[in-house]
């Protein structure tokens, strides 16, 4: 079993920046494909970004390309989102989410999810 936990969301000021954490319990996570979901009320979860096993590829949704940086630590289990120029739109809990290795950046289908983390942006 696979456990994720974010970190690092709050309350922030339209064009500000948050660095969201996600730590995961595995002992393999160099194996691990992860990414970054988000909701917001009342929508769909929808995808923000994407990272392979060792780093070296990484996919964003359009809406936070320029915006978002997500990267990783495999030496601590940790994958991160960056988030700069925030906008209210931006406002939605985010969610890590992990997959062993093998599958296309774009493919959005992932095994293991976190319980999220909230970011409120205001303007």
């Known amino acids: 079993q696979v456990h994720m936990v974010e970190s690092g969301g709050g309350l922030v000021q339209a064009g500000g920046s948050l660095n969201l954490s996600c730590e995961a319990s595995v002992r393999t996570f160099s194996s691990y494909e992860m990414s970054w979901f988000r909701q917001a009320p009342g929508k769909e979860r929808e995808f923000v970004a994407a990272?392979?096993?060792?780093?070296?590829?990484?996919y964003y949704a359009d809406s936070v390309k320029g915006r978002f940086s997500i990267s990783r630590d495999n030496a601590k289990n940790t994958v991160y989102l960056q988030m700069n120029s925030l906008k209210p739109e931006d406002t939605a809990v985010y969610y890590c989410a992990g997959r062993m290795r093998g599958r296309l950046i774009t493919n959005l289908v992932y095994d293991y999810w976190g319980q999220g983390t909230q970011v409120t942006v205001f303007s």
């Open positions: 990272i392979t096993d060792t780093g070296g590829s990484k």
